[in-house]
């Protein structure tokens, strides 16, 4: 018997209707297949640790980004006050006193600079400011025990007292020298991005370099406890030697970082645009803005030949 829609053939299969397995009142009432799990091959345990290592760095990376924000927020705010102050004083500058060297109020002797690297130095060149005052500090705690060493030689052989003399000397010049003449330049210079002041740097910290690594020799009779002076009086007294080796130790450390610092702020220079040039006009500037100049110019003009 042909049934409909078999195109009349009669030997076509029934359709399912005629199976009782695809009953629909059967059907709804099979149990649903069970659910997928993942296979060993797609389970890593590791990925729970893995996603905790990288969640801990980037709050480690927000915690530090969210310092900087509030380093350079808390910095916007002392020049906010600062011109606030100035507006108070009808656009004058606000005064600053004096804060360098850092004396007790008793002292009869002031501060005779200013000094905030936070507040003067632009964000981009504190870092290698704040290494060149610690480099200065260095080197003065150096000098200072390097006339320990020198007085403790003294002390046990007193034909080294050419040594003791020079090596107070050196303290009681070299530290003060040291600051206005290369320290206060290269502050100055990223300052106020003065040629100038970049190129007197230059020029004065290459002459100090090369004491630092006389320093770091040690020459006898030059009154610095470098490596040559340390290594005559270990074969003769080795106590003053613990003294005078950790000296040598520190001028060379001090005169290696020189070095390493000179060409930072060298490379810095270069990107800053300063030039020779620029250097002259800064100069010239500089002398005809002197009022004794001025006055004395004008007074040889007055005059006439």
Not at 222 to 247: E, I, Q, R
Request: charged letters at 15%; a negative charge; glycine letters at 6%.
């Amino acid at each position: 018997m042909a049934h409909p829609g078999d195109g009349g053939n009669p030997f076509a299969e029934p359709p399912d209707l005629d199976n009782p397995f695809q009953d629909p009142a059967v059907t709804q009432h099979r149990p649903s297949p069970p659910p997928q799990y993942a296979t060993l091959d797609v389970y890593n345990p590791f990925d729970s640790h893995e996603q905790q290592a990288a969640a801990a760095v980037a709050t480690a990376d927000l915690l530090r980004q969210q310092e900087e924000l509030n380093r350079k927020a808390e910095e916007l705010d002392r020049r906010e006050q600062e011109l606030r102050h100035a507006e108070a004083l009808g656009g004058a500058s606000p005064p600053r006193r004096n804060n360098w060297p850092p004396l007790p109020a008793f002292c009869p002797v002031q501060p005779c600079f200013f000094q905030d690297i936070a507040v003067e130095i632009p964000q981009e060149f504190q870092r290698v400011v704040t290494a060149m005052y610690y480099l200065w500090l260095c080197s003065t705690a150096s000098l200072l025990l390097n006339f320990v060493a020198s007085l403790a030689w003294f002390c046990v052989s007193t034909d080294r007292g050419s040594d003791f003399g020079l090596a107070l000397l050196w303290a009681l010049i070299f530290t003060p020298c040291s600051f206005v003449c290369w320290y206060r330049p290269m502050y100055k210079a990223f300052r106020s991005d003065s040629s100038f002041n970049f190129f007197v740097f230059f020029f004065v910290f290459f002459v100090q370099d090369a004491v630092y690594v006389l320093q770091a020799i040690g020459i006898p009779g030059w009154g610095f406890s470098g490596w040559v002076s340390a290594l005559m009086v270990l074969k003769s007294n080795p106590p003053v030697a613990v003294l005078a080796l950790p000296v040598a130790l520190l001028f060379t450390g001090i005169a290696v970082l020189g070095i390493v610092l000179l060409k930072r702020i060298h490379s810095l220079y270069r990107r800053t645009g300063a030039s020779f040039q620029k250097a002259q006009e800064e100069f010239a500037a500089g002398v005809f803005a002197n009022p004794a100049v001025r006055t004395a110019a004008a007074s040889a003009a007055f005059r006439g030949p």
